[in-house]
């Protein structure tokens, strides 16, 4: 179980290796942001409702995963971000908190990255 883990945790490493070597441009981050947070709102907004109102779940699958996709790519962006424009680690937490927010990848795009 412990060497499954030790592989886990190394292909997550030499993974966020692989996305600072692609040389992540402040305008990629600000994509991911937006389309990061524009999931969230329409999970939120629109496939929720339909799953708890009208019955209909499939939409929460789609959406569901694909916030979850980029809701990680905006966290190692986040943390690649960090060392290419050398935000202190309280930048760091504000844009890591600010993406469980509904709205708060917005702010961010704003506050730090224009």
């Not at 600000?30 to 709102?41: D, Y």
């Not at 959406?63 to 996709?69: D, L, Q, V």
């Not at 504000?94 to 708060?104: A, D, K, M, T």
Request: charged letters at 15%; proline letters at 5%; a positive charge.
């Amino acid at each position: 179980m412990k060497t499954r883990i030790n592989i886990y945790i190394t292909k997550a490493l030499l993974s966020l290796k692989k996305i600072h070597d692609m040389n992540l441009s402040i305008k990629s981050f600000k994509i991911i942001s937006v389309l990061e947070a524009l999931s969230f709102l329409i999970l939120l907004g629109i496939a929720m409702p339909l799953k708890h109102i009208a019955g209909i779940p499939e939409p929460v699958s789609v959406f569901g995963m694909a916030h979850g996709i980029l809701f990680i790519l905006y966290i190692l962006g986040a943390l690649v971000m960090k060392r290419k424009i050398n935000w202190p680690l309280q930048t760091l937490l504000i844009v890591i908190l600010c993406s469980v927010l509904p709205f708060g990848p917005f702010y961010i795009e704003r506050k730090y990255l224009s």
